[in-house]
């Protein structure tokens, strides 16, 4: 459907990434209010900085903080340029998700997977939490899924759950062996829900895929901010790991059905 003709296909992909880029200022926004205890739906955005109140060309995603150079428009504070990074990475992902699952029901679940791992990575860099009513959305959206589409099978919903069960629980127990010997905490309970929760979208093969994605991108970020830690201050740095899941279970989406065929082909 998606190469169909060359206008349909550039016509989807901009379509993605205009949407990517509202989800991502929508989802920032509401991670924020999460996080500060103030209503999701309620209430119009405000400059935290000032307190005016933004309208409609202040908010326009990506474009508003190119054309502020990063500052608000009314008091000239700097803006943190996470929300435009965030915008770009969200717009960009959603194109190369329109260009892996084609224009199918899969690809509706998937954009819907990616904007609830913003949402948790966003509240996750804040405030390190991963709010629980996100998690249980995005399990109620995969049930609706597996009704709606993939027809209420008794095969489908016993994969489902060994899907979400194969990483998270082997995973609980290990982290809970750890913690015995460590003596301190190994990893967030909130990150072994939501791996449960890649779980149940990308399948156990994809997810194990996933979690070794998100190890490598931990350790990287991880040894990035060590570098910096020694440089500014002693104070110990803490990465949350949601986001490097995020990052993970993206790529793994992405690329890792190829990435299995391929290992498996070598044998
Ligand atoms: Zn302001």
Known sequence: ????????????????????????????CMGWRICNGESVLKGRSHCD?????LSAH?????????KTKGRCAYCNTQISPMNFYGEVILAVVFVLTTLRFDITWKLVLMLFFVCILYLVSVTDIYEQIIPDGALFVAV????AYWVCVEGASWNGALGLLLDGFAISVPLLILVLI????????????????????????LGWAQNLLAIFFACIIGIVIGMVQMKKQTEVSEESVYFPFGP??????????????????AYLSLF
């Open 1 to 28: 459907m998606l190469f169909l003709s060359p206008g349909i296909t550039a016509y989807c992909l901009i379509l993605a990434f205009v949407l990517g880029a509202v989800f991502a200022s929508f989802l920032g």
């Open 49 to 53: 900085s000032c307190g005016h109140v």
């Open 58 to 66: 202040d908010l326009i995603p990506i474009i508003s903080y190119v």
């Open 140 to 143: 109620g959206f995969r049930i």
């Open 178 to 201: 750890m913690e015995k010997i460590l003596q301190k905490e190994a990893m967030g309970g909130g990150d072994i829900k939501l791996l449960f929760v890649t779980g149940m979208y």
């Open 244 to 261: 490097a899941i995020a990052m993970g279970a993206v790529v793994s989406m992405l690329f890792g059905e190829q990435m299995i065929g």
